[in-house]
């Protein structure tokens, strides 16, 4: 069985420093990972995605996350955090196998960036 | 992005009926659809998984004849969820995608039943 972890429901970082939001993975076969983004109010909106090729991963808004795979870990980071980026923040795996496709979703982990 | 419209937003019902959900690809052929619940403490429960002119896949613990799932087109999926209870209250959100790429998520539907 596949399954996400984001092992933190909050993290909280001041305007400007760099952020970190944590994301491990655990599945049989490759992974597909990606990152999506909610805010207050909205609906969930793509970020960024890895499928191959490059580890580091660029995305919307300024944020990037690199895959690690001996690490089974796709943490997403963004080198200058703003107010704005405040939001609900989930990591997503999904598998193809065998023309089925499973998603799993982590729990999401709040970002709250303090001006 | 891509864009897909759910519809109700919100609908209240009395326990006992049913209420049906449409999710609606807009501007791209979805292959795949999938349904969700997001309960209060923001956690997302992917409910099925469906394929355009097949039957959706279940997730464990959700019964398929209470949440009936069709993706009759590449455009359009709906969940109904069949005599509803107050305990199947919720906020019910779809997504759309083609291939192996991103989700496109709706607004979410919020269902209240009384």
């Known amino acids: 069985a596949q399954s996400v972890a984001q092992p933190e429901d909050q993290v909280n970082v001041a305007e400007g420093n760099p952020l970190t939001v944590k994301c491990t993975y655990s599945?049989?076969?490759?992974?597909?990972l990606f990152w999506y983004v909610q805010y207050p109010n909205r609906g969930l909106q793509f970020l960024l995605k890895?499928?191959?090729?490059?580890?580091l991963v660029k995305g919307s808004y300024g944020f990037e996350a690199e895959f690690n795979k001996s690490q089974t870990s796709f943490h997403l980071k963004k080198p200058s955090a703003l107010v704005s980026d405040s939001a609900l923040y989930f990591c997503a795996v999904r598998v193809v196998s065998g023309g089925y496709q499973k998603v799993t979703f982590g729990t999401g982990t709040k970002l709250q960036v303090i001006p | 992005g891509a864009v897909v419209s759910q519809h109700p937003s919100r609908v209240i019902c009395k326990s006992g009926t049913s209420v049906k959900i449409e999710c609606r690809s807009l501007?791209?052929?979805?292959?795949?659809m999938f349904w969700y619940r997001q309960f209060p403490k923001q956690s997302l429960m992917l409910m099925a998984t469906?394929?355009?002119?097949?039957?959706?896949?279940?997730e464990q613990g959700v019964e398929k004849d209470k949440f009936l799932i069709n993706h009759a087109s590449l455009t359009l999926s709906t969940l109904t969820v069949t005599s509803a209870h107050p305990e199947d209250s919720s906020f019910y959100i779809c997504?759309?995608?083609?291939?192996?790429?991103?989700?496109?998520f709706g607004p979410g539907t919020r269902l209240t039943v009384l």
């Open positions: 599945v049989s076969g490759n992974p597909y």
């Open positions: 890895y499928i191959t090729g490059d580890n």
């Open positions: 469906s394929n355009e002119g097949s039957k959706a896949t279940y």
């Open positions: 501007d791209f052929q979805a292959t795949t």
């Open positions: 997504s759309a995608t083609s291939g192996v790429n991103e989700q496109f």
